[in-house]
């Protein structure tokens, strides 16, 4: 699926990997985070190998519907992490609490997943995946079910999070197809190319922080940047047209 | 009233003339008919107004339902352990598929003269006879509940960290619930049949010996009251076990959109 990929993710980093379907985005956070051990190479994670799961990283998935737990109110799904944690129950519901209101949910915790909207759903699953407290944070297509508007509006919450969650830095890696989004969220983006799946730029986006949808959309070093990419793209699908590929 | 509702009750009352429909051709046919082999329903069921209040009857039914209720609980537990542990393990599957799969083509009638050698013509041959055809729905849809489990549902528990016995019971379990509770509801009624079967041979008590019996003394009217009674206790049985459903899955209806019952 992928060869020669071979980057480093910085702490406090935001990073968004982009490229084309069947790239092996995918693929690469599945061993970013310990899911699938990589059959070639390594993933080292403060110098230790990764071979599963690792207690520093959470991974948010595209399908929440699949990844919340219909049976668990949504407050139940949100401490699930925190079950080992050493905590009393009351300390464990505050905390779940928090981040829920840190993700501007209020008053869902004894709803089920099934009874919000998609976006508030997906805010429950990030919700989910800080209340551990991780270090790094990975997202698969983490806004692809959503509508347009909701899909903004869980990008600044990403940024949030990014910026201050709990007063700490969160090393986020995130996967997207979509470029523009990319750009607006990350501090760095992956270019991955196709057939095999390989490293192909490493950009680094320089936009001022914080970032705001339309100001930050609209000036010219991100439209510089997103052009960049799509420019990065195309010739590598020109190079592979030439090769026959 | 809403046309939904008025849609509802039609549909109970045509439920309802069907049945009654049906009686009212038995009815009819047996009085044409007359013969002391083929009583009309009446006198069926003014024989049971009078026998299904009386002890000796009571005790028969008591009997049976303790024996359904030992040996589903058996049969049904045994099928959800070992169900859990082939969803959940390849190696289990692998290991106990051909076994299971041979017992399973077993018909359960079959080995009742075997379950009679080995444990006797006591309470334990006729549990162990009802656990075993109860066992094989159960275990199958649990096993199909499990392995249905989404992709990202199992990637889920391996990135909270869940050992194998906190996926298996929390994850798994309720996620193959649905399936589990359809399982178990068929295992219901095979459940009732095996009950009978059991108590066909070599019983003194119990619904299965009573129709027996009664028939052997030419008591007809007595023999199809039994026969009716395990009718009504079927429907009531399924009739409670949707409750049970519904307050079970009440999450997995709604999440789906459908209505409860």
Redesign the interface.
């Given at each position: 699926m992928l060869s020669d990929v071979t980057f480093d993710v910085r702490e406090g980093e935001l990073l968004s990997v982009v490229g084309p379907s069947g790239c092996g985005k995918t693929t690469l956070l599945r061993l970013l985070?310990g899911?699938t051990p990589p059959s070639d190479g390594s993933v080292l994670f403060n110098g230790k190998a990764v071979m599963?799961?690792p207690?520093e990283?959470?991974?948010v998935?595209q399908?929440y519907s699949?990844?919340l737990?219909?049976?668990l109110s949504v407050i139940r799904n949100v401490m699930?992490?925190l079950?080992?944690a050493g905590l009393r129950r009351g300390e464990k519901i505050a905390r779940a609490e928090a981040v829920l209101q840190e993700m501007g949910l209020h008053g869902v915790a004894r709803k089920?997943p099934?009874e919000l909207s998609g976006g508030m759903q997906q805010r429950v699953a990030i919700a989910r995946a800080l209340v551990s407290r991780p270090k790094i944070l990975l997202l698969d297509e983490p806004f692809g079910s959503v509508d347009a508007l909701t899909r903004t509006e869980l990008q600044d919450v990403l940024l949030r999070v990014h910026g201050d969650f709990e007063e700490r830095r969160v090393t986020i890696v995130h996967v997207t197809h979509d470029i523009d989004e990319a750009v607006y969220l990350s501090d760095r983006v992956l270019v991955l190319g196709s057939a095999p799946g390989r490293l192909v730029a490493s950009i680094d986006v320089e936009l001022e922080r914080p970032r705001v949808q339309t100001a930050t959309r609209s000036s010219p070093r991100f439209l510089a940047v997103r052009n960049e990419i799509h420019d990065v793209i195309a010739s590598r699908e020109r190079e592979a047209g030439h090769l026959g590929v | 009233m809403t046309a939904a509702f008025l849609n509802r009750v039609g549909r109970r009352l045509l439920g309802a003339v069907v049945f009654g429909a049906a009686l009212g051709i038995w009815e009819a046919w047996a009085r044409s008919e007359p013969s002391f082999l083929f009583p009309p329903v009446t006198a069926v069921l003014e024989r049971a107004w009078q026998v299904w209040p009386t002890t000796d009857f009571l005790t028969s039914v008591a009997a049976s339902l303790e024996r359904l209720a030992a040996g589903y609980a058996l049969g049904a537990g045994i099928g959800i352990a070992a169900g859990l542990l082939m969803g959940s393990l390849r190696a289990a599957r692998r290991t106990l598929e051909p076994l299971v799969e041979f017992l399973r083509a077993v018909p359960p009638v079959a080995i009742v003269p075997a379950v009679i050698v080995v444990l006797g013509l006591g309470n334990g041959m006729r549990i162990a006879v009802i656990a075993f055809a109860v066992c094989f729905p159960v275990l199958v849809n649990t096993v199909e509940g499990v392995r249905a489990v989404?992709p990202?549902?199992r990637?889920?528990a391996?990135?909270?960290?869940l050992g194998l016995a906190?996926t298996i019971f929390?994850?798994y379990l309720?996620?193959a619930?649905p399936s589990i509770v359809a399982g178990l509801r068929v295992a219901l009624s095979i459940g009732v049949i095996m009950v009978v079967i059991s108590e066909f041979v070599g019983a003194s008590d119990g619904i299965g010996h009573y129709i027996l019996f009664q028939q052997s003394q030419f008591n007809v009217p007595e023999m199809y009251g039994g026969i009716l009674f395990l009718g009504l206790l079927g429907y009531v049985l399924n009739r409670l076990f949707l409750l049970v459903e519904d307050h079970l899955l009440s999450?997995?209806f709604?999440?789906a959109g459908e209505p409860t019952r």
């Open positions: 985070c899911l599963r799961p207690r990283v959470a991974l998935f399908d699949r990844s737990f219909p049976w699930l992490p079950r080992r089920y099934w | 989404a990202e549902t990637d889920t391996a990135m909270l960290h906190e929390r994850i309720p996620a619930l999450w997995h709604r999440a």
